[in-house]
């Protein structure tokens, strides 16, 4: 029966067929009009990193002549000599790296762990405590930065890296990230199944929860080491010794080791330190856009 129906239905073969009423003519021109706006977005939004390719590929005099030059220079290896001269560069570039890492998968599993309980099981106060949760999401950054600095000044965690991994293993904004996930993705049926295999909470999170849980843990890592990645203002603050440094922090120190800002050396740091984001983006933007979408249907 459905498969009659589904050759009953009919089938769209052109954009006329599909927008009944609407001529051929109008909908060309409303294509061409489309693609003019997302060409002139994507112009937008491309060119402050074309540009940052130009300005690490040159000198600073190339970059600040008339008119201005817009194709890539040969200066890059030159400039980046200079960056790994200047800054223990290769340090922060690791430093990063691994913070970045053992902080995101933390966090996704903690995250997970905790929008699975919140989603799935009930339990005196669940309600009134997401809530809570939630309050913290409106609560501005520069407000905890004062109290966190002097917490963790008493502790003694300054000139370490604890005070850049225990805050950020879990944050309010991925347990409601995976909450929201695990509301839509894991259906009561599947719990229900495996309480009467006799599976226990653990083994049902890891086993169901967990695969339901992957995509929505995919995009979330990418935000989260977009975030990490790039923090700059908090391990400016907690860290001292240039040995620790992150890349943000090792980037604006080329700033002070030239007195006069020389522009191309700090851009081709900052082309290198962008790649490894651009790279990540590259291979996973399918299951980002994928959860995006789906999270705007979902509403």
Do not use: C
């Not at 890539?72 to 790994?84: M, Q, R, S, W, Y």
Request: hydrophobic share 55%; aromatic share 12%; proline share 6%.
């Amino acid at each position: 029966m459905t498969t009659t129906l589904m050759h009953e239905r009919p089938q769209a073969t052109s954009d006329a067929d599909e927008r009944p009423g609407a001529s051929p003519r109008r909908l060309r021109l409303t294509n061409v009009l489309t693609h003019l706006v997302l060409g002139v977005a994507l112009v937008i939004f491309a060119f402050p990193f074309y540009w940052l390719v130009v300005m690490a590929t040159s000198s600073t005099s190339e970059m600040f002549t008339l008119p201005p030059r817009l194709i890539p220079g040969d200066e890059f290896i030159a400039n980046f000599t200079k960056v790994l001269e200047s800054t223990q560069f290769g340090t922060a570039f690791f430093n990063s790296l691994w913070l970045t890492t053992l902080v995101v998968l933390v966090q996704l599993f903690l995250a997970s762990l905790a929008g699975f309980v919140f989603a799935k099981r009930r339990f005196p106060g669940r309600d009134r405590l997401f809530a809570a949760l939630l309050v913290t999401l409106v609560l501005p950054t520069g407000v905890s930065l004062v109290p966190s600095y002097q917490i963790y000044a008493s502790l003694g965690w300054l000139n370490t890296f604890l005070p850049l991994i225990v805050p950020n293993i879990v944050t309010a904004f991925a347990v409601f990230w995976m909450r929201q996930a695990a509301e839509s993705s894991i259906p009561d049926e599947l719990l229900d199944a495996a309480a009467i295999d006799g599976a226990g909470f653990l083994r049902t999170f890891w086993s169901v929860g967990l695969p339901a849980l992957r995509p929505s843990l995919v995009a979330l890592g990418i935000f989260q080491v977009m975030w990490t990645w790039n923090d700059y203002l908090w391990p400016l603050l907690v860290l001292g010794d240039p040995s620790q440094f992150t890349l943000p922090i090792a980037i604006q120190q080329l700033k002070g080791n030239y007195g006069n800002l020389d522009y191309s050396v700090v851009m081709a740091g900052t082309l290198v330190a962008t790649l490894p984001l651009i790279i990540l983006f590259f291979f996973l933007r399918r299951t980002i856009l994928e959860n995006v979408t789906a999270g705007a249907l979902k509403g």
